[in-house]
């Protein structure tokens, strides 16, 4: 999942070239506005991302079944906060990037290519659309779910895969390379935009994006 959220920075990140485009000072700001609420969305995914990582084994599912009491009921509480966050960030995410206007100004062919990566057509096993939508919607219709769905549900989140096995080395460079690109982008913006500028929007995106939710 998280090479996807990587290709989307790309996006983004030659979205900031284009900010010449625009003349007016207040769309160049709502532009900027926008692209750092899908700054701070990704930042806050990445680090929930390494928080499932660190909870789970290879084999979530199983791992789940050998643990019990106080153990079992921390990690469960764990995985649903996370699961939570994580299915609002990407839904919200895919609705921002996809539908706000100032990145189909500035890159019109960013809207194509970031469908393509979140994938409305089923043609992989579990896509950033369906995997978004279906995490979203598991906190607006919220049903019992035993522990063994719950460590599947963190299983697609980390690998995209509705079964089999985690390969924490491989994911754990994934995440590294979205934090390589969120600084990337950082440094973009932080060119482009003056500090005072800076200051006030990132507080305005960061109080947007921000989830109280905690785990």
Do not use: C
């Not at 084994?57 to 009921?73: A, C, H, I």
């Not at 895919?94 to 409305?120: C, E, F, M, R």
């Not at 390969?167 to 990337?184: A, F, I, Q, T």
């Amino acid at each position: 999942m998280f090479t996807d959220l990587v290709k989307i920075l790309e996006f983004l990140m030659n979205s900031v070239k284009g900010l010449s485009k625009l003349n007016k000072s207040s769309e160049r700001k709502e532009a900027l506005l926008e692209m750092l609420q899908a700054y701070f969305y990704l930042y806050d995914t990445h680090l929930d991302g390494v928080k499932l990582l660190e909870s789970v084994d290879s084999d979530p599912v199983n791992y789940v079944k050998s643990l019990q009491g106080e153990s079992l009921q921390e990690h469960l509480n764990t995985w649903d906060k996370v699961l939570r966050r994580q299915g609002i960030r990407l839904y919200k995410a895919k609705q921002y990037i996809t539908y706000q206007s100032y990145l189909a100004v500035i890159n019109p062919s960013a809207v194509d290519n970031i469908s393509k990566v979140i994938g409305y057509k089923m043609d992989r096993l579990v896509t950033l659309h369906g995997l978004g939508a279906g995490l979203f919607f598991r906190n607006v219709f919220p049903t019992e779910e035993t522990p063994e769905q719950l460590a599947n549900f963190v299983l697609q989140v980390l690998t995209k895969q509705e079964a089999g096995l985690i390969d924490k080395d491989e994911v754990g460079k994934e995440l590294d390379g979205l934090n390589v690109s969120l600084n990337k982008f950082r440094n973009m913006i932080n060119e482009a935009v003056s500090k005072e500028e800076l200051l006030e929007l990132s507080d305005m995106a960061r109080n947007k994006t921000y989830l109280v939710t905690s785990a």
